[in-house]
């Protein structure tokens, strides 16, 4: 069938480009999940997962206010993972790992979907100083 076809050819194609140069990691992620009236924080570390980690936009370092002062960040790497990565980003959820000597969180996420199905996952990446 025509479908499978090229849905298992895009999963090959993402598992090619993650074999180039892959690196393995470990989230940590932090949820804040409705509990009652108000948020209960939690948190853990999900299995390890091999992913390609890319730059994608040019290195220009940003200051960013935050509640408890300021932080410096680039947005210039991207990651690519198969279709059984999981990972988030959003309002109530932190996903924050460690790689080539740095500590990236996750700020949104792309699913990769070939005819409804969903054959990999892309992620822009925050590089926290």
């Known amino acids: 069938m025509v479908v499978t076809d090229f849905v298992a050819t895009r999963r090959k ?13 470990t989230i940590h992620r932090k949820e804040k999940i409705r509990k009652g ?24 370092p940003q200051n960013i206010s935050v509640l408890a002062g300021t932080k410096q960040t680039d947005k210039m790497y991207s990651l690519l993972a198969d279709e059984h990565a999981d990972i988030k980003a959003g309002p109530n ?7 080539l000597g740095e500590t990236f969180e996750v700020v949104s996420v792309q699913p990769q979907v070939v005819q409804g199905l969903t054959v990999g996952f892309q992620a822009d990446l925050e590089r926290v100083k």
């Not at 959820?93 to 790689?99: I, L, P, Q």
């Open 37 to 60: 009236g108000g948020y209960e924080e939690n948190e853990k570390d999900l299995p390890p997962v091999t992913v390609r980690i890319f730059i994608s936009r040019s290195q220009i």
């Open 93 to 99: 959820v932190t996903d924050r790992f460690e790689a």
């Open 13 to 25: 194609h993402i598992a090619w480009n993650i074999s180039q140069n892959p690196t393995t990691i």
